[in-house]
Structures are given as structure tokens and as C-alpha cells.
């Protein structure tokens, strides 16, 4: 179980509602198709009908998925032009998209794990061992969820 430190401890003093950090990841990538757009992303997927074909899903609701990762800063459009075509844009991963794969590598070990097997796996490239998503403190150490704290930041000086 992980604590709550300091003011936290008292839960019923506060509510995160508004202030959680996973509440407001939600609103931006709760949806199956929205994960399954960041996913393709990583993959390499940078056109509109790509990841609507790729992910299964309307292009209306292609459009709308891409509109709101672009509008939370996960993904980028960059405009392109095939010869004799007008220009159109597609999408790439920015520091912040690439900084969410951990979440998408979280679930995809998580359901390989406690799911149906499909026999994919994270690998390491360099030596070819299974490869998982752990957490780590600033320090380097392995932090098991039983060592794990949720706390207030010091707020910053002014």
C-alpha cells in the first residue's frame, strides 16, 4: 500500500479531485483509442488514415483523438507533401509523448502479465533480456509499492 505523507495522512481533510495527478493524465488519454494512438506513435505512425486503419477506429473519432493529443502538447503536427498531392499534416511524438510511453509499456507489461498471453514481450535491444517498466527514485533505488509515498512538494520560492 503506498502512504500519504505529511497533510495528506488525514484523508478526509482534503480531496485530490481537481489536483491528482492521474485524474488529469485521464483527461487527456482515458480513452482506448487515445492509448492506442500513442501507442502507434511510438511505433512509428505519423499519418491520419495510418492510425485510424492501425487502431480501428472512425475517422471522425481518428480526427478527434489526434486533436486532443495534439492540444495536450503528446503529439506534434508537422505539415508534408507527396508529389502532386496538397499538403497535409502528420503527427509526431514531442518530448512530452515520448516521456508518457512509460504508461502505455506499464499497461501493455501489466496485461501481458494478468491477461490473455500474447506472447509479445519488451525486450532489450542490447542484450535481448525481457524488458519491464519499474519506479525509481531520483537517488537510482528500485522503489517497491511498498515503499512508495505520495507527498506535497515543497512549493517553490519566489
Do not use: N
Request: charged fraction near 25%.
Amino acid at each position: 500500500m503506498t502512504v500519504l505523507e505529511g497533510v495528506l495522512a488525514e484523508r478526509d481533510s482534503w480531496s485530490a479531485v481537481g489536483h491528482c495527478p492521474i485524474e488529469k493524465t485521464m483527461a487527456v488519454v482515458g480513452t482506448k483509442s487515445a492509448m492506442l494512438i500513442m501507442r502507434e506513435a511510438y511505433y512509428g505512425t505519423t499519418r491520419f488514415d495510418d492510425f485510424a486503419r492501425r487502431v480501428g477506429i472512425t475517422k471522425a473519432a481518428t480526427s478527434a483523438r489526434l486533436s486532443e493529443l495534439v492540444a495536450a502538447g503528446l503529439l506534434a503536427k508537422q505539415p508534408y507533401r507527396e508529389p502532386g498531392q496538397r499538403s497535409r499534416d502528420e503527427y509526431v511524438l514531442t518530448t512530452a509523448g515520448t516521456e508518457f510511453m512509460p504508461v502505455v509499456w506499464a499497461m501493455f507489461d501489466w496485461g501481458r502479465k494478468h491477461l490473455e498471453d500474447t506472447r509479445l514481450r519488451l525486450s532489450h535491444l542490447g542484450c535481448g533480456a525481457d524488458a519491464g517498466v519499474e519506479i525509481r527514485c531520483t537517488e537510482g533505488h528500485l522503489v517497491p509499492a511498498d515503499e512508495l509515498a505520495v507527498r506535497l512538494a515543497r512549493p517553490p520560492r519566489r
